[in-house]
C-alpha cells in the first residue's frame, strides 16, 4: 500500500513537469540563453517551497514515513566541492537536456532515447560509489 501512494506522487510529479513544459528541450535552451523566465521561475518556485518546506518540518519536528524523525545535519560546507558538483551537473543537464527528475517523465512521455541517460546517470552513480573513498570531499 505505501508504494502505491509513491506511485501516485509520482505520476503527479510527471504531470505537473509535463503540464508546465519543464521537461522541454526548446524551455531548457531558452534558459541557458537567457531568453526566457519560465524555468527561472519554476526553479525559483520549487526552491521557495523546498525552504518553506524544510522550515515547517525543522519547526513541527515532522517524521518520516516510518515513523523516524527527520533530523538536519550540520555540513562542511566546501566551497570548491559544490562547484565541481555544480560543473558535473550543469554539463550533464546541458549534454542531456534534462536534470534528474524530468529524464523519467520524458520516458513516461514516450522519449525512449532518455533511456540511455537514465542508464549513464546510473552508471555514473557506481563510479562515484566505487571511487568515493579516494575523491576529496
Not at 509535463?18 to 526553479?43: L, N
Amino acid at each position: 500500500m505505501k508504494l502505491i501512494k509513491y506511485l501516485i506522487i509520482g505520476i503527479l510529479f510527471g504531470i505537473i513537469m509535463t503540464k508546465s513544459e519543464a521537461i522541454s528541450w526548446f524551455r531548457i535552451q531558452e534558459m541557458f540563453r537567457f531568453q526566457s523566465f519560465h524555468m527561472y521561475g519554476i526553479i525559483g518556485s520549487a526552491l521557495l517551497v523546498g525552504i518553506i518546506l524544510t522550515q515547517l518540518v525543522k519547526r513541527y519536528g515532522m517524521k518520516s514515513s516510518e515513523g523516524i524523525p527527520i533530523a538536519f545535519k550540520k555540513k562542511d560546507v566546501g566551497f570548491y566541492r559544490y562547484l565541481l558538483g555544480g560543473i558535473v551537473f550543469g554539463f550533464g543537464w546541458a549534454l542531456s537536456g534534462a536534470c534528474p527528475g524530468p529524464m523519467f517523465t520524458l520516458v513516461g512521455n514516450g522519449v525512449s532515447v532518455f533511456i540511455v541517460v537514465i542508464l549513464s546517470a546510473v552508471l555514473g552513480t557506481f563510479t562515484y560509489g566505487a571511487l568515493r573513498d579516494r575523491l576529496p570531499h
